[in-house]
């Protein structure tokens, strides 16, 4: 049902198939604060439903299902399909990176009675959302002789928690007078991680040099090591039910971990399909998805000829022929449209939370830079699934033309010559600590991607 409210098919006897399924979700956002932890829960959840890791099946036949890894921040499940590899895939492709700030390599120091540290934000972010919150701390430190050790801190209850400090109110005439974007500088984004000095130490550095050993006592780890080390600082806290009707989810990482769960499961749940059905989680996409982990590496690709590889004799031809006929969802997030901040926005092309999974024919700024405009005859075709499979859909645009933009992975995959559309669920605050979706958003994304699979 194309932009129609979906709460009201479930009203009468489906509230707990939307409720249910959302439990799943919260707890796939507050244990995957990091893009690594992402992955793991993702093997976990694989696992758990039989599939294997593609390194060790030798072959691979219709109905096996089976999941690759790289570098411990990408992930891919397969169904592998009745059709041949080269009459292409059903993709689902999400990023599971978010935005956060990021520890620098040399980050301890010491000044005024507090141990300090040094932090670099990463992908767009309003730096003064993240003043005066709980901050979690997330990663590895990497020591020299190759072993890695795992960083939770802030997370359980008993734990502490770290945070940037603000200035008063009484006190902030001058600071009060600055633009938005300079409040707090980029700089000045610096944790406090304690102040008490080492016990019987006169010496200068006394309170980084007790931080330093707690941090050694706790995780076996020296200053140099912050040099190996990726560490990413978060919003502490689970996820939350939001609104008095429960109807929402507040959390950190929606963008774009609501869509990499869907489709995840929307691929996991799957038993047989005609065409090789997969969900590809990536990295670095708000950061323009470079590097060996983002949607630019040749890893995927380099799955995929895996595959033609172990069902049949491979050529290359096989591969560009299967990335040629393959058709995607991009699946990330919409801008959700905001009553309060209903200016940035054409209401007639805009996501609104509570009408399903939200398609975006196209995506970039102004005019239509970076972006993928999908082929009008694909969107007849996704049109069509949607409505066979009574799924609440809806589309829109990023705001209005002139007001910014943004983009996805959709035109990486589509310079493979694969048919790709944006598809995911609208998200109010985006990129802020603490980002809102529509339980039933999530339950229609899942059910829009599952027709996706199954019906094109």
Known sequence: MYAKNAWKKYQKDGLDKVFSFNDGYMSFLSKGKTERLCVKEAIRLASERGFKNLDEVKNLKPGDKVFATNKGKNFAAFVIGKKDLECGLRVLGAHIDSPRLDVKQNPLYERDGFCLMD???????K???????????????VKKDGTVVDVNVGEDLNDP?????????????????????????????????GSIPMEGDEEKDAIKK??????????????????SAELEIVPAGPARDYGLDRSMIAGYGHDDRVCAYTSLMAVLDEEKVDYTSCAVLVDKEEVGSVGATGAHSRWFENVIANLIAKTTDYNDLKLRNALTNTKMLSSDVSAGYDPLYAGVNDSKNAAYLG???????????????????????????????????????QTSELGKVDQGGGGTIAYILGNMNMNVVDAGVAVLSMHSPMEVVSKVDVYEAYRGYRAFITKL
């Open 119 to 125: 932090t670099h934000y990463y992908g767009g972010i």
């Open 127 to 141: 730096k003064y959302l993240y003043v005066t919150i709980p901050l979690a701390i997330h990663g590895v430190v």
């Open 161 to 193: 928690v770290v945070g940037i400090n603000d200035l008063l109110i009484h006190l902030s005439g001058d600071l009060m007078s600055k633009p938005a974007s300079k409040v707090v500088e980029g700089e000045d984004l610096d944790l406090t991680v």
């Open 210 to 227: 007790n931080i330093l050993k707690l941090l050694n006592d706790k995780y076996g780890f020296e200053e140099e090591d912050f040099l």
């Open 355 to 393: 009408n399903g999974l939200c398609f975006n024919k196209y995506t970039g700024a102004r005019g239509k830079s970076g972006c993928n405009d999908a082929m009008p005859e694909f969107f007849a075709e996704i049109r069509k699934a949607m409505d066979e499979s009574d799924v609440n859909w």
